[in-house]
């Protein structure tokens, strides 16, 4: 559905207010997404305000720091790692609808590409392993 | 649906053309799996396995010159074959060779870790490569990106330092807006250069054909000013040099040296290929095309002059070596931009190859004195980058000669002394613009050549013409930087005396305007 | 069959640096033996260099010895090298005061000998190539690195103030050539233009600007001739472009006084003769009374403040100031008198200025003070010395049978004629009053250093001349004499190519072109 408008063909594209629409109604649901609920929220539910309930949760534990405090460089790491691969597997789902074409010809390419690609994404995995970045202590 | 469908059955897939690039990065891969594995003396293997990867890229781009058959493209345009690309191909693999056998001793003396260095170097050179080649808006900002993120961490890989730190994070947060510029830039042109019947392009080349059909002129030249800002600061250009001293002075030695000479030069291979031939001059001056032609070549004519007399003038003052050679350098990139203004301004294509290629001269010249001058920066201030004030120059001229004399030669060719490669760099970039009528910027180059005299000399005088009173423990030269030195020492007198060959090798292929289909 | 003499001569002390350094490696090297590798390159390069002469009969107007290669295809730079009457006695001039510079440090300098030495040898290579490159840039070339070694002799081996003088010597003569190599791309553009070939081939170059008259416009041509003229002027130097000068004279060591004062001041000269008369007659005619009057200003100038120096280095380095004067005086008067005569002093200037130079030197060594104030009566510790002083010193005021005077005379012989300028007697008066001066600071100082009475004890036991001292001043003694009583042999040798060059000068259209009147003095002065 969403690939179907953005690869509208070349005779529908008109002036700028038709072609950037979809972008248009894109940018209008990304706003009201995250805003809608807050100010939703604010009318549903109850207010009632303590001194216990301003403070941060952390799982029911006290917390015994301030919240700016600096973290170890480890989370910094398996967040990267984990948004490195989050990405891939973002990549490769329009890459194998595209590559899939209307006859199959052209697969067993994209197959070895999208191998060699994530074979590198692998190599610095094990790269960054082998470094000791996922070793925690 | 059929659009994408279209290219992706026929990608015009051609693996030889990017040769080179294959070539680094999966060196690259391998240095970097080497460096997990190794144990001990793993800095020589590398190291050596990157010097190779580099000289067999080399060959691979002299092979692709060698086999001409005609200013060539593929991956639908996005990548080309001409000899703008060949020759800055050639400067990065002396840059980066240059670099390996400078950052040896330093890497020594720091006991850092080697082989990160020679892979982050192999993918920054890997990115520059790209620059170069690139036929679209698209591949230039990639291989930015590949080059400008391994150059972030290098500026940062003293991680001890805060000089280095510092240096690192605002390398990252300009070089970042300057990314960000870039890529604004290429949206718009991309929208600007939409048809009625037509989605809108990134090729340099098609953007070329349809600067005159386009819906929204105001667009195109928003974009045009965009691309040149964040490539003025890419080659740090007056007004969007300010980021360039406290990124080279605190960045590790043989890093500046590298960020000054290959960074920079990507940066104008790319610049010169998509303002020179996505925004080529235009037969009828009242038009689109036309005017955005005169937009940027006056704007860069301006920048040039700014660009040398602000780096010139500024560079008088400074005390520290590394922030003297770091004004030299937006000095010297304004030299360069003269012969660019000449390139954008020529009005054939013979006039314009032979100003293209003066400007890969030019730089190929600047790199070559430039790592001599910063390989004995690097080997003066020891560990920890210490000694680099110019005061810790004082009297070592009969001390240290070798090292004292090699400095004043690469000293004298950055100043354009005959005889040295900074002389002939100098003449061909200007003989190129007296050419195309731009006196009055050569005037202004050889004026600030004469003030720029003035700091060259200095330390030519600190160390020569002054007695030292602290004691001086001469360092020891390493193989590897001797070997750099005597390279960059036989450079400067070849490249000063007989240019000919190059300078037929880096013109023999025209650039010619590649549209695809 | 081309010859390769000039080539070997502008290598030779190239390769005499080359051994001088190799031999410096060796185990059991002697920094005493440096200076006979010195000796002995920069003398094999005289004897090479007497070569040229051979076969030089009357008639000199073409250039001899020529080497002419592609040097740099794409831009169409040659290595085109030659020399006719112009520049052969400069190349001898360069050559024969190489190693009596050389022999003059053979003590004075204690330090550093490689690096001296090897310095030395290849400021020589530069000079030389200076006076026989036909090629405009590879002139720029030579012309510019002759720089960077006597930068290095005087920062390093000069007196107190050796930073100053070296960075001004430096910056000013480096400044003045940047213009015209901003000229010289100018002028290959015009050619490209014109004719469709871009070249800096001067001998090309003056072909087709004598004989295409549209090739150039006449404010192109003055542009250029200023740009050019700058560079040569500051290198003569011109008042009031010579400050330079006494800082540089004064502050290097003795034998780069010689060496700049005897080679490097006439590359400014001879500059002007061969490129800004070869290229830009009609300019030249133009600029002349300009010229002239900064000429004329010089003499005067150079010959008063020489006058009041209390040191004797000073006032030698002001005379300087005042001969060179003499010697553009000449050069724009545009008479064959004037202008060999011009040539004739630059020649005289470099024997008899490099001997005063020599002399100082010796007596600095001795009491490691110039100052005239602390000499006086040296005529009776040293009656050798005190006789070739003043020999040295009236060849330099220009009395008959001594070198100074043929030039002077001849020149202003030829100002006197000269339809440069108006009511040119006035200037030659003017410029005659710049000898009278001369031989008042000469004499006044003659008078206080060698006879007078002696004003120190130190004096009284300062040893004679030695034997390598004798040898040193005594070529440039004979060669004084000679050139004073024997002209002949130089000015015929010169005679053809000063009036090759003269020719466009006076009158603008090629020979067998109608004459085109340009006034009644035109016609009087050939």
């Given at each position: 559905m969403?690939?179907q408008?953005?690869?509208?063909?070349?005779?529908?594209?008109?002036g700028?207010?038709?072609?950037?629409?979809?972008?248009?109604?894109?940018?209008?649901?990304?706003?009201?997404?995250?805003v809608?609920?807050?100010?939703?929220?604010?009318?549903?539910?109850?207010?009632?305000?303590?001194?216990?309930?301003?403070r941060?949760?952390?799982?029911?534990?006290?917390?015994?720091t301030g919240?700016?405090?600096?973290?170890?460089?480890?989370?910094?790491?398996?967040?990267?790692?984990?948004?490195?691969?989050?990405?891939?597997?973002?990549?490769?789902?329009?890459?194998?609808?595209?590559?899939?074409g209307?006859?199959?010809?052209?697969?067993?390419?994209?197959?070895?590409?999208?191998?060699?690609?994530?074979?590198?994404?692998?190599?610095?995995?094990?790269?960054?392993?082998r470094?000791?970045?996922?070793?925690?202590? | 649906?059929?659009?994408?469908?279209?290219?992706?059955?026929?990608?015009?897939?051609?693996?030889?053309?990017?040769?080179p690039?294959?070539?680094?990065?999966?060196?690259?891969?391998?240095?970097?799996m080497?460096?997990?594995?190794?144990?001990?003396?793993q800095?020589?293997?590398?190291?050596?396995?990157?010097?190779?990867?580099?000289?067999?890229?080399?060959?691979?781009s002299?092979?692709?010159?060698?086999?001409?058959?005609?200013?060539?493209?593929?991956?639908?345009?996005?990548?080309?074959?001409?000899?703008?690309?060949?020759?800055?191909?050639?400067?990065?693999?002396?840059?980066?060779?240059?670099?390996?056998?400078?950052?040896?001793?330093?890497?020594?003396?720091?006991?850092?870790?080697?082989?990160?260095?020679?892979?982050?170097?192999?993918?920054?050179?890997?990115?520059?490569?790209?620059?170069a080649?690139?036929?679209?808006?698209?591949?230039?900002?990639?291989?930015?990106?590949?080059?400008?993120?391994?150059?972030y961490?290098?500026a940062?890989?003293?991680?001890?330092?805060?000089?280095?730190?510092?240096?690192?994070?605002?390398?990252?947060?300009?070089?970042?807006?300057?990314?960000?510029?870039?890529?604004?830039?290429?949206?718009?042109?991309?929208?600007?250069?939409?048809?009625?019947?037509?989605?809108?392009?990134?090729?340099?080349?098609?953007?070329?054909?349809?600067?005159?059909?386009?819906?929204?002129?105001?667009?195109?030249?928003?974009?045009?000013?965009?691309?040149?800002?964040?490539?003025?600061?890419?080659?740090?250009?007056?007004?969007?040099?300010?980021?360039?001293?406290?990124?080279?002075?605190?960045?590790?030695?043989?890093?500046?040296?590298?960020?000054?000479?290959?960074?920079?030069?990507?940066?104008?291979?790319?610049?010169?290929?998509?303002?020179?031939?996505?925004?080529?001059?235009?037969?009828?001056?009242?038009?689109?095309?036309?005017?955005?032609?005169?937009?940027?070549?006056?704007?860069?004519?301006?920048?040039?002059?700014?660009?040398?007399?602000?780096?010139?003038?500024?560079?008088?003052?400074?005390?520290?070596?590394?922030?003297m050679?770091?004004?030299?350098?937006?000095?010297?990139?304004?030299?360069?931009?003269?012969?660019?203004?000449?390139?954008?301004?020529?009005?054939?294509?013979?006039?314009?190859?032979?100003?293209?290629t003066?400007?890969?001269?030019?730089?190929?010249?600047?790199?070559?004195?430039?790592?001599?001058?910063?390989?004995?920066?690097?080997?003066?201030?020891?560990?920890?980058?210490?000694?680099?004030?110019?005061?810790?120059?004082?009297?070592?001229?009969?001390?240290?000669?070798?090292?004292?004399?090699?400095?004043?030669?690469?000293?004298?060719?950055?100043?354009?002394?005959?005889?040295?490669?900074?002389f002939?760099?100098?003449?061909?970039?200007?003989?190129?613009?007296?050419?195309?009528?731009?006196l009055?910027?050569?005037?202004?180059?050889?004026?600030?050549?004469?003030?720029?005299?003035?700091?060259?000399?200095?330390?030519?005088i600190?160390?020569?013409?002054?007695?030292?009173?602290?004691?001086?423990?001469?360092?020891?030269?390493?193989?590897?930087?001797?070997?750099?030195?005597?390279?960059?020492?036989?450079?400067?007198?070849?490249?000063?005396?007989?240019?000919?060959?190059?300078?037929?090798?880096?013109g023999?292929?025209?650039?010619?305007?590649?549209?695809?289909? | 069959?081309?010859?390769?003499?000039?080539?070997?001569?502008?290598?030779?002390?190239?390769?005499?640096?080359?051994t001088t350094?190799?031999?410096?490696?060796?185990?059991?090297?002697?920094?005493?033996?440096?200076?006979?590798?010195?000796?002995?390159?920069?003398?094999?390069?005289?004897?090479?260099?007497?070569?040229?002469?051979?076969?030089?009969?009357?008639?000199?107007?073409?250039?001899?010895?020529?080497?002419?290669?592609?040097?740099?295809?794409?831009?169409?730079?040659?290595?085109?090298?030659?020399?006719d009457g112009?520049?052969?006695?400069?190349?001898?001039?360069?050559?024969?005061?190489?190693?009596?510079?050389?022999?003059?440090?053979?003590?004075?300098?204690?330090?550093?000998?490689?690096?001296?030495?090897?310095?030395?040898?290849?400021?020589?290579?530069?000079?030389?190539?200076?006076?026989?490159?036909?090629?405009?840039?590879?002139?720029?070339?030579?012309?510019?690195?002759?720089?960077?070694p006597?930068?290095?002799?005087?920062?390093?081996?000069?007196?107190?103030?050796?930073?100053?003088a070296?960075?001004?010597?430096?910056?000013?003569?480096?400044?003045?050539?940047?213009?015209?190599?901003?000229?010289?791309?100018?002028?290959?553009?015009?050619?490209?233009t014109?004719?469709?070939?871009?070249?800096?081939?001067?001998?090309?170059?003056?072909?087709?600007?004598?004989?295409?008259?549209?090739?150039?416009?006449?404010?192109?041509?003055?542009?250029?001739?200023?740009?050019?003229?700058?560079?040569?002027?500051?290198?003569?130097?011109?008042w009031?472009?010579?400050?330079?000068?006494?800082?540089?004279?004064?502050?290097?060591?003795?034998?780069?006084?010689?060496?700049?004062?005897?080679?490097?001041?006439?590359?400014?000269?001879?500059?002007?003769?061969?490129f800004?008369?070869?290229?830009?007659?009609?300019?030249?005619?133009?600029?002349?009374?300009?010229?002239?009057t900064?000429?004329?200003?010089?003499?005067?100038?150079?010959?008063?403040?020489?006058?009041?120096?209390?040191d004797?280095?000073?006032?030698?380095?002001?005379?300087?100031?005042?001969?060179?004067?003499?010697?553009?005086?000449?050069?724009?008067?545009?008479?064959?008198?004037?202008?060999?005569?011009?040539?004739?002093?630059?020649?005289s200037?470099?024997?008899?200025?490099?001997?005063?130079?020599?002399?100082?030197?010796?007596?600095?060594e001795?009491?490691?003070?110039?100052?005239?104030?602390?000499?006086?009566?040296?005529?009776?510790?040293?009656?050798?010395?005190?006789?070739?002083?003043?020999?040295?010193?009236?060849?330099?005021?220009?009395?008959?049978?001594?070198?100074?005077?043929?030039?002077?005379?001849?020149?202003?012989?030829?100002?006197?004629?000269?339809?440069?300028?108006?009511?040119?007697?006035?200037?030659?008066?003017?410029?005659?009053?710049?000898?009278i001066?001369?031989?008042?600071?000469?004499?006044w100082?003659?008078?206080?250093?060698?006879?007078?009475?002696?004003?120190?004890?130190?004096n009284?036991?300062?040893?004679?001349?030695?034997?390598?001292?004798?040898?040193?001043?005594?070529?440039?003694?004979?060669?004084?004499?000679?050139?004073?009583?024997?002209?002949?042999p130089?000015?015929?040798?010169?005679?053809?190519?000063?009036?090759?060059?003269?020719?466009?000068?006076?009158?603008?259209?090629?020979?067998?072109?109608?004459?085109?009147?340009?006034?009644?003095r035109?016609?009087?002065?050939?």
């Amino acid at each position: 559905m969403l690939l179907q408008a953005t690869t509208t063909t070349a005779h529908n594209i008109g002036g700028p207010g038709t072609a950037y629409l979809p972008v248009m109604v894109f940018f209008v649901f990304a706003v009201a997404f995250p805003v809608m609920p807050l100010i939703l929220g604010r009318f549903l539910r109850p207010w009632k305000y303590g001194k216990d309930k301003m403070r941060p949760y952390e799982c029911g534990i006290d917390p015994e720091t301030g919240a700016h405090d600096r973290f170890t460089v480890r989370y910094y790491i398996v967040a990267m790692l984990f948004l490195i691969f989050d990405v891939e597997t973002i990549f490769l789902l329009p890459w194998a609808i595209i590559f899939m074409g209307k006859d199959f010809s052209f697969t067993l390419f994209a197959l070895i590409e999208m191998l060699i690609f994530i074979g590198i994404l692998v190599v610095g995995y094990y790269y960054a392993w082998r470094k000791g970045a996922l070793e925690w202590a | 649906m059929s659009l994408i469908a279209l290219q992706a059955t026929n990608p015009d897939i051609n693996l030889t053309l990017i040769a080179p690039e294959l070539i680094i990065g999966i060196a690259g891969v391998l240095v970097m799996m080497i460096d997990a594995f190794a144990r001990r003396g793993q800095r020589w293997l590398t190291g050596g396995l990157s010097i190779v990867a580099l000289i067999a890229a080399g060959g691979a781009s002299i092979w692709l010159g060698a086999g001409w058959r005609g200013a060539r493209s593929a991956f639908n345009g996005m990548i080309v074959l001409d000899d703008l690309r060949l020759s800055f191909t050639l400067i990065f693999v002396v840059v980066s060779i240059l670099t390996i056998l400078i950052a040896a001793a330093w890497i020594d003396i720091e006991k850092l870790p080697a082989g990160e260095f020679h892979a982050l170097l192999l993918f920054a050179t890997c990115g520059m490569m790209l620059m170069a080649s690139a036929g679209d808006l698209v591949i230039v900002f990639l291989g930015l990106e590949i080059l400008s993120i391994a150059t972030y961490v290098m500026a940062g890989f003293r991680r001890t330092d805060v000089r280095s730190n510092e240096s690192s994070l605002k390398y990252f947060i300009l070089g970042s807006f300057a990314s960000a510029f870039l890529l604004y830039g290429i949206a718009l042109i991309y929208g600007a250069t939409a048809t009625a019947t037509l989605p809108g392009t990134t090729n340099i080349a098609t953007i070329a054909g349809r600067l005159n059909h386009s819906l929204y002129p105001p667009l195109l030249l928003a974009g045009a000013a965009m691309l040149l800002v964040g490539f003025g600061f890419k080659i740090a250009t007056a007004p969007f040099h300010v980021w360039t001293p406290d990124v080279y002075e605190g960045a590790p030695t043989p890093v500046t040296a590298f960020m000054a000479a290959g960074p920079k030069a990507a940066g104008f291979a790319s610049f010169m290929r998509v303002f020179v031939f996505g925004f080529p001059i235009a037969t009828a001056a009242a038009s689109t095309a036309g005017y955005t032609h005169k937009s940027w070549l006056g704007t860069l004519a301006i920048m040039a002059a700014l660009t040398m007399s602000v780096g010139n003038i500024v560079a008088i003052v400074q005390n520290n070596v590394k922030r003297m050679l770091a004004y030299s350098s937006i000095a010297h990139a304004g030299y360069a931009l003269v012969g660019f203004v000449a390139a954008g301004a020529a009005t054939d294509a013979e006039q314009r190859s032979a100003a293209l290629t003066s400007v890969a001269f030019y730089l190929l010249t600047y790199a070559v004195m430039n790592m001599g001058a910063f390989a004995i920066v690097t080997l003066i201030a020891r560990g920890n980058d210490r000694r680099t004030a110019v005061e810790d120059y004082n009297g070592i001229g009969f001390l240290s000669p070798v090292l004292a004399f090699s400095l004043s030669l690469f000293l004298l060719s950055l100043l354009g002394m005959p005889l040295t490669a900074g002389f002939m760099g100098k003449v061909m970039v200007f003989t190129t613009a007296v050419r195309q009528g731009y006196l009055w910027l050569v005037v202004i180059g050889v004026l600030n050549t004469a003030v720029s005299a003035y700091y060259y000399l200095r330390l030519i005088i600190v160390m020569f013409f002054r007695e030292r009173n602290t004691p001086w423990d001469a360092p020891r030269l390493p193989v590897s930087v001797a070997l750099a030195l005597v390279i960059t020492i036989a450079g400067v007198f070849y490249l000063g005396l007989f240019p000919g060959r190059v300078l037929n090798a880096f013109g023999a292929h025209p650039s010619i305007s590649l549209s695809i289909r | 069959m081309q010859s390769h003499l000039l080539t070997i001569l502008i290598l030779l002390p190239v390769i005499g640096a080359g051994t001088t350094v190799i031999y410096s490696l060796t185990p059991g090297a002697r920094e005493s033996h440096l200076r006979w590798i010195a000796l002995a390159f920069t003398t094999l390069s005289f004897l090479v260099s007497l070569l040229l002469i051979q076969g030089a009969g009357g008639g000199l107007a073409a250039f001899r010895f020529a080497e002419n290669y592609s040097w740099i295809t794409a831009i169409g730079a040659r290595y085109h090298l030659g020399v006719d009457g112009i520049s052969l006695w400069l190349v001898l001039l360069t050559t024969l005061l190489m190693p009596i510079a050389i022999l003059s440090s053979w003590t004075a300098i204690a330090q550093r000998q490689l690096t001296y030495f090897v310095l030395m040898l290849l400021l020589e290579s530069a000079m030389i190539g200076v006076f026989v490159s036909l090629d405009l840039l590879l002139f720029y070339l030579f012309f510019e690195a002759s720089l960077v070694p006597m930068f290095f002799l005087i920062g390093v081996w000069g007196g107190e103030r050796r930073i100053y003088a070296a960075v001004k010597f430096f910056i000013y003569t480096a400044v003045g050539s940047l213009l015209m190599l901003v000229g010289i791309i100018a002028l290959y553009f015009i050619h490209q233009t014109a004719t469709g070939i871009g070249t800096f081939d001067y001998v090309v170059l003056t072909e087709t600007l004598r004989t295409n008259v549209m090739a150039i416009s006449p404010r192109a041509e003055f542009w250029l001739f200023l740009a050019f003229a700058l560079a040569f002027c500051i290198k003569v130097p011109l008042w009031p472009l010579h400050t330079w000068l006494p800082d540089a004279h004064t502050e290097a060591p003795t034998a780069g006084s010689v060496i700049l004062a005897g080679v490097l001041l006439k590359m400014g000269t001879y500059g002007l003769l061969r490129f800004n008369f070869g290229l830009f007659p009609n300019a030249s005619r133009q600029f002349a009374p300009l010229m002239i009057t900064l000429a004329v200003i010089g003499i005067i100038y150079g010959a008063l403040v020489a006058m009041v120096q209390p040191d004797v280095k000073r006032l030698v380095a002001y005379s300087s100031v005042s001969h060179m004067g003499f010697v553009v005086l000449g050069l724009f008067s545009f008479t064959e008198q004037g202008m060999q005569g011009a040539l004739y002093q630059m020649l005289s200037h470099g024997v008899s200025t490099g001997a005063l130079f020599l002399f100082v030197g010796m007596i600095y060594e001795r009491r490691h003070t110039r100052m005239i104030s602390d000499f006086g009566g040296l005529a009776r510790p040293m009656p050798w010395f005190s006789a070739l002083f003043v020999i040295a010193s009236l060849s330099s005021i220009g009395l008959p049978f001594l070198n100074g005077f043929v030039g002077e005379f001849l020149i202003m012989l030829g100002s006197w004629t000269s339809s440069a300028v108006q009511h040119a007697w006035i200037v030659t008066m003017l410029a005659g009053t710049g000898v009278i001066w001369a031989a008042v600071y000469m004499l006044w100082m003659l008078q206080r250093v060698v006879f007078g009475t002696k004003t120190s004890e130190a004096n009284a036991k300062l040893s004679d001349l030695n034997l390598r001292e004798f040898a040193l001043v005594l070529p440039l003694m004979v060669l004084m004499l000679f050139m004073g009583v024997y002209p002949g042999p130089f000015l015929s040798r010169t005679r053809a190519s000063i009036e090759a060059t003269r020719r466009f000068l006076v009158n603008p259209r090629p020979a067998g072109a109608p004459d085109v009147a340009k006034g009644p003095r035109d016609n009087q002065s050939r």
